[in-house]
Structures are given as structure tokens and as C-alpha cells.
């Protein structure tokens, strides 16, 4: 079955740590998202990638960075730099970065700072 | 900017009762428009799109018309079941300077009771 995958499912990272998201497509996608969604608020995009090695910072990139070495993987780097990290992360993929085309989300990722 | 707004929740109805959930957006040209859900716990699916004017997406008998006359993408479902209970987010993508990136509402999370 073709689809995203996200790892771990829950996180907790002690304040001061960096720590990374996987992300992982198999659907043969060009582009892919990390987005942020905090309680009672819409997704907000950190990063895209349009293509493999090369990224945009999103609306709220400070404090994240990411890598895009292949096609199909997107890992999110979440680091001490980042002041309120606690959220719930969803990282997308679409066939390409058109503007018809269809974002599929992963499960998410639920992180912690302790 | 694009922007989206979405009526607020929470929305709690008695199964078989008709739904609405009224989106209206702000963009530069034509954007594409979404209704994506999110059951408690997942990601984000994608449950009905929209790419121009006048087009009805359809969906698990959910339903919405682009209008851009009223600027309005509002999902209706005739007749609801428990199944239903979720968070309804509204996106859009495209039109000037998006880049193809979504745009979301910050969701509307409805009840159904039996």
C-alpha cells in the first residue's frame, strides 16, 4: 500500500534537546510539507520541498530545519532554538507542488518537551 | 494574503440532522479549495475538493460548491451519522504567490449523538 508514514507516533524530549520527525513517502511524490498544528488552531506550513535537495522555509520556520536527500523521505529537525516545540506535527506529500494537486497527510507525530 | 475562515465549534447534533459547516475565504485569483477531516488521534484526509468556479466536490455524502461570487466553499451532509464526529478543517491552494501551499481554517470539530 502507497502512503506517508510518520515516526514515533509520540515523543518527549527534555527542554534544551534537539530531536528529529521521520518522514517517509512511497508514493512517488515530488513535493512534500511539515506542518504544525497546536489545540484549537488550523495547520500552519514550517517547511516544503518542492523537489529533492532543495527546501522553503514555511510561515514559521524559526527554530526547525529539515533535509531533503531523497524523494521520498523529509525529516523534520525540531531544535532547542524552537521556544514552544510542544505540538502535533503532520508532515504532507503531492505529486507535485500545483495548485490542484492533493496534499495526502501522514498520521502525525504528537511531541512533548518535558 | 489568502486566508480562510470558518465558522466555530464545537457542532453537536443528533445523528440524522443535517449539517453545515460555512468556509468563506480571501485570495487572489483562482484558487483550488479543500474540506480535509481529522478523526481524534490522525492525521489529516482529504474528504472533497473543489478547482473552479461552480464545481460541487462530493464525498461519503458530504458535498460542497465553489462559489465565487460569495467567495463560500460551505460542506453540507443531509443526514449525519456518529461516525461523523470530527474536525472539519477548510484549505485552499494556489492563486498568487502561494507557491501550491495550503492555507487552513482553524477547524470546526463537530459531535454527532445518537
Known amino acids: 500500500d502507497g502512503g506517508i508514514t510518520q515516526s514515533p507516533k509520540y515523543l518527549f524530549r527534555k527542554e534544551g534537546q534537539n530531536v528529529t520527525l521521520s518522514c517517509e513517502q512511497n508514493?512517488?511524490?515530488?513535493?512534500m510539507y511539515w506542518y504544525r498544528q497546536d489545540p484549537g488552531q488550523g495547520l500552519r506550513l514550517i517547511y516544503y520541498?518542492?523537489?529533492?535537495?532543495?527546501?522553503q522555509k514555511g510561515d514559521i520556520a524559526e527554530g526547525y530545519s529539515v533535509s531533503r536527500e531523497k524523494k521520498e523521505s523529509f525529516p523534520l529537525t525540531v531544535t532547542s532554538a524552537q521556544k514552544n516545540p510542544t505540538a502535533f506535527y503532520l508532515c504532507a506529500s503531492s505529486i507535485s507542488a500545483g495548485d490542484t494537486d492533493t496534499q495526502y497527510f501522514g498520521p502525525g507525530t504528537r511531541l512533548t518537551v518535558l | 494574503g489568502n486566508s480562510v475562515t470558518q465558522m466555530e465549534g464545537p457542532v453537536t447534533l443528533s445523528e440524522e440532522a443535517f449539517l453545515t459547516i460555512n468556509c468563506t475565504y480571501t485570495a487572489t485569483g483562482y484558487p483550488s479549495l479543500f474540506w480535509y477531516v481529522q478523526y481524534p488521534g490522525e492525521g489529516l484526509q482529504l474528504l472533497l475538493k473543489?478547482?473552479?468556479?461552480?464545481d460541487k466536490g462530493s464525498n461519503k455524502g458530504f458535498e460542497a460548491t465553489y462559489r465565487k461570487e460569495t467567495t463560500s466553499f460551505h460542506l453540507e451532509k443531509g443526514s449525519v451519522q456518529v461516525s461523523d464526529s470530527a474536525v472539519y478543517f477548510c484549505?485552499?491552494?494556489?492563486?498568487?504567490?502561494?507557491?501550491?501551499?495550503?492555507?487552513f481554517g482553524k477547524g470546526t470539530k463537530l459531535s454527532v449523538k445518537p
Open positions: 484549505a485552499l491552494r494556489g492563486a498568487t504567490g502561494s507557491q501550491g501551499n495550503l492555507i
Open positions: 473543489a478547482t473552479k468556479a461552480d
Open positions: 508514493l512517488n511524490h515530488d513535493a
Open positions: 520541498s518542492q523537489i529533492v535537495n532543495d527546501f
